[in-house]
């Protein structure tokens, strides 16, 4: 049983900063791929941020030079979003995407609950 557990969500105004982090839990061997994903109102899932076990990281043409993706050092199975500079339309439900290996199942696709991040005045 894997789990990805998001926190850091909420509501702040035009031009602040959040963090959001992603812990996946589980019997986890082998962390391929972490990312984030949001889905506005009306709108489709979009992928944001992603960063692979190698360090590549991707990110969507609307949040290059404002957010930055990161694997914890540490744990290597919790991911952080530093969104700064945040704008109106980057409102919408953030989902953690995981692409993980455990130790009874080979690699599958796994996705937290989702978090709000609303910008507005």
């Known amino acids: 049983q894997v789990n990805l557990v998001e926190s850091g969500g909420g509501l702040v105004q035009p031009g602040g900063s959040l963090r959001l982090s992603c812990a996946a839990s589980?019997?986890?061997?082998?962390?391929?791929?972490m990312g984030w994903f949001r889905q506005a109102p009306g709108k489709q899932r979009e992928l944001v941020a992603a960063?692979?076990?190698?360090?590549?990281?991707?990110y969507a043409d609307s949040v290059k030079g404002r957010f930055t993706i990161s694997i914890d050092n540490a744990t290597k199975n919790t991911v952080h979003l530093q969104m700064n500079s945040l704008k109106p339309e980057d409102t919408a439900v953030y989902y953690c995407?995981?692409?993980?290996?455990?130790?009874?199942?080979?690699?599958?696709?796994?996705w937290g609950q989702g978090t709000q991040v609303t910008v507005s005045s």
């Open positions: 589980g019997r986890i061997s082998r962390t391929s791929f």
């Open positions: 960063i692979a076990a190698g360090g590549i990281t991707e």
């Open positions: 995407n995981a692409e993980l290996t455990t130790l009874n199942r080979p690699s599958s696709d796994y």
